[in-house]
C-alpha cells in the first residue's frame, strides 16, 4: 500500500531543472523527501488524514535556495554590528560611532567596538585614525568597508593589536602610512587579519546569533549555503546541521591556512553526507573593485595602477597543485582580469587531475574577465560562483575605474552561452543574502533606485537561467544534485512556495517577492505570518471531509453509488 504524504502542496506552479513542470500542480513529501509530482487528480490518494497540505494559489514553488558564497559567521555577527554603509561623509560615519560608543558605554566599554559598510569612494574627506580617536577615545575601534578587504581602526586598537611603525607589511596586505612611516589607521587585505583576536574578542559566541540568522535566510528561501570561514565557524556550522531536523546544508570550504592540516589528515573534497560536506580550498588571487586592489591586467581607468596579487602567480600554481594532487578542489577569489587569468592558468597546469575532484574547482567573483578567457571555465571544467547584486551596486565603480571595458563586466550571460556552469551567491555581510534581490539583478542589471538604467544589459539572464544559478548550480558544485536542488521524486523535501507567480511579475518587482512557506527536509521551517499547526491541520481535514461528501453526492446523482 502507498504510504500516505506527510505534506501536499497544491495549486502550485512547480519549477524545477531550469523550467516550469508541466501538467503539474501539486507536490506530495513523505519521509522529507519529495513522494510525487504531479496533477492534483494523480496525487489525490496519497492524502491521508494527518496530511498537512498548503495551497500555492498559483504561485510557483521551487528547489530550495542556495547561497553559493556567504560569510554567515560574519552576517550573524554583522546584524549586531554598527551599520555604517550609507554614510556619505566621513563626518557622518564619525556621527554613528559617536553615538553607538554612547549607548555602549562610552570609551570605557571593555569589549573593542566593531561596525561595518563604509565607503569612501565618494567621502571628500579619507578616513584615518585620527578622526576616529576624536570620536573614540581609548576605547579599540575596528570598522570595516563595504567590501571588507579594509579595516579603519583608531589608534587604540592598533596598539592593541601590536601594529606600529616598524610592523612590515605582511604578505597579501598593506598598512597605508603617512610620510613620516606611522601608520594612519587603514589596514588594506590581509593586512586586516592582525586584528582578528580583537574581533573574536568583540564577537563572543555565536551559536546563538547563527540560529538567528539561519532563521533569516528561511525566510528567504534559502536552505543550504557554501560558507567560506575558519574552523572555529565549522565547529558552529556543523552543530547547526546535526541532528534528525537539520537548520541548514552546508558546504564548508577551507581556508588557505588549513591547506596543510588537511592533507596530513587525508581530507578530500566532497567528504561527509547530504547536511555537511568539506568544499574546497579557499585562495585569495586579488582584492576587490571598491579597494581597488583588484588585480587588472591593464591599469584602472586614469592611472598606473594595476591592483594587488595576493599570492603570485607562481605561487598560486604551486598551491593549487598542491591541493588537487591531495584530492581538494580550490575555490579561488578572483574578481579582476588578471587575477581571473592567473587563477585558469593554475588550474590549467592540473588540467588532468580535475576529473579525479569530488568537486568541481571554482572561481569565486569573476567581476571582470578577459574575453579570451570566458571559454576556459567550460574547457577546463571550472565554476563561476558570482553574486549579481555585486552588479548593481557597484555599476557606478565599475563605470569609473574600469569604463573602458565594462562589456566584459559580470559577464553571466557570455559564461553561459560558453558552457560554463553557473552558480548565484550574496557574498553576505558584503550584500543582502535575500535571493529575490539576487534574482531581480540578473534579470535586469538595474538598481531598483534606478530603473532603466541597465549595466551591459546583453548580459542580462532570463528567470529560468537565474533560478538554476540558485538552485542546480550550486548543487552540482556541492556534489548533491539531483538529490538537493530539484523537485523530482526522491529528492530531498527542500523547497520554497512563493507568495506570486515570478514568471508573471514585472523583472524589476521580483526583488519583493518572498517566501510564503520554507520546507527543509520536508519540514516547514518558515511561514509567512505564521498560523497555529493544529488548525491548519484541522482545516484540511475539514477540506477533505467536504470534498469527499461533494464527490459522494455527485456520484449518487449520477447512479454511480447506488450500489
Known amino acids: ?185 587603514i589596514l588594506r587585505e590581509h593586512a586586516s587579519r592582525l586584528c582578528a583576536s580583537l574581533e573574536a574578542e568583540a564577537a563572543g559566541s555565536d551559536l546563538e546569533r547563527l540560529r538567528g540568522a539561519v532563521r533569516r535566510l528561511h525566510a528567504f528561501g534559502v536552505t543550504s549555503v557554501h560558507d567560506f570561514e575558519g574552523a572555529e565557524a565549522q565547529r558552529a556550522l556543523r552543530a547547526l546541521t546535526r541532528g534528525p531536523e537539520p537548520l541548514l546544508r552546508v558546504l564548508m570550504h577551507l581556508p588557505h591556512a588549513g591547506l596543510e592540516h588537511a592533507r596530513s589528515l587525508g581530507l578530500e573534497s566532497g567528504t561527509g553526507d547530504d547536511t555537511f560536506r568539506l568544499g574546497a580550498v579557499k585562495l585569495f588571487a586579488d582584492g576587490t573593485l571598491g579597494s581597488r586592489t583588484a588585480a587588472l591586467l591593464e591599469p584602472y581607468d586614469g592611472t598606473a595602477d594595476r591592483g594587488m596579487e595576493l599570492i603570485s602567480p607562481e605561487e598560486l600554481r604551486a598551491t593549487v597543485s598542491l591541493a588537487v594532487k591531495a584530492g581538494l578542489s580550490v575555490a579561488v577569489h578572483a574578481i579582476g582580469d588578471r587575477a581571473v587569468r592567473s587563477a585558469l592558468d593554475a588550474l590549467e597546469a592540473v588540467r588532468g587531475r580535475i576529473a579525479s575532484l569530488a568537486l568541481p574547482p571554482r572561481l569565486e567573483h569573476v567581476q571582470l574577465a578577459a574575453q579570451d578567457d570566458l571559454p576556459r571555465f567550460a574547457a577546463l571544467g571550472v565554476a563561476a560562483s558570482m553574486q549579481p547584486f555585486h552588479c548593481v551596486s557597484d555599476m557606478e565603480l565599475a563605470r569609473r575605474h574600469w569604463g573602458t571595458r565594462t562589456g566584459r563586466a559580470y559577464a553571466w550571460r557570455s559564461l553561459l552561452d560558453r558552457g560554463a556552469l553557473l552558480a548565484f551567491g550574496s557574498d553576505a555581510p558584503v550584500e543582502s543574502p535575500n535571493p529575490a534581490e539576487g534574482l531581480a539583478a540578473a534579470v535586469t542589471r538595474e538598481r531598483p533606485s534606478r530603473p532603466g538604467d541597465a549595466f551591459v544589459p546583453e548580459q542580462r539572464l532570463s528567470l529560468d537561467q537565474a533560478l538554476a544559478a540558485y538552485t542546480e548550480g550550486p548543487a552540482r558544485l556541492a556534489g548533491w544534485w539531483p538529490s538537493v536542488g530539484s523537485l523530482a521524486a526522491g529528492a530531498a523535501a527542500d523547497f520554497v512556495v512563493w507568495n506570486a507567480d515570478l514568471h508573471r511579475l514585472p523583472p524589476a518587482e521580483l526583488g519583493q517577492a518572498h517566501p510564503l512557506y520554507t520546507v527543509l527536509c520536508g519540514r516547514v521551517v518558515h511561514e509567512r505570518g505564521a498560523r497555529d499547526r493544529s488548525a491548519e491541520r484541522a482545516g484540511s481535514a475539514e477540506r477533505r471531509a467536504g470534498a469527499l461528501q461533494g464527490r459522494a453526492a455527485a456520484a449518487l446523482v449520477s447512479g454511480r453509488g447506488s450500489r
Open 1 to 185: 500500500m502507498t504510504p500516505r504524504a506527510d505534506l501536499v502542496v497544491g495549486n502550485a506552479r512547480l519549477w524545477s531543472s531550469g523550467g516550469p513542470i508541466g501538467g503539474a500542480d501539486t507536490l506530495a513529501v513523505s519521509g522529507g523527501r519529495v513522494q510525487a509530482v504531479g496533477p492534483r487528480s494523480r496525487l489525490e490518494a496519497l492524502v491521508g488524514a494527518d496530511t498537512l497540505e498548503l495551497d500555492a494559489r498559483g504561485a510557483t514553488v521551487t528547489p530550495g535556495l542556495a547561497d553559493a558564497h556567504v560569510h554567515l559567521t560574519h552576517w550573524a555577527r554583522a546584524l549586531h554590528e554598527l551599520d555604517l554603509s550609507g554614510a556619505s561623509s566621513r563626518a557622518e560615519a564619525l556621527e554613528r560611532v559617536r553615538l553607538r560608543i554612547q549607548q555602549s558605554g562610552g570609551e570605557a566599554a571593555a569589549a573593542p567596538l566593531v561596525g561595518r559598510g563604509w565607503d569612501a569612494n565618494a567621502w571628500a574627506e579619507a578616513p584615518d585614525r585620527a578622526s576616529l580617536d576624536l570620536v573614540t577615545g581609548k576605547r579599540p575601534v575596528l570598522l570595516h568597508s563595504r567590501d571588507f578587504h579594509t579595516v579603519w581602526a583608531n589608534s587604540a586598537a592598533l596598539e592593541r593589536a601590536g601594529i606600529g611603525r616598524d610592523t612590515a607589511d605582511p604578505p597579501g596586505g598593506r598598512i597605508e602610512r603617512d610620510a613620516a612611516g606611522e601608520p594612519i589607521g
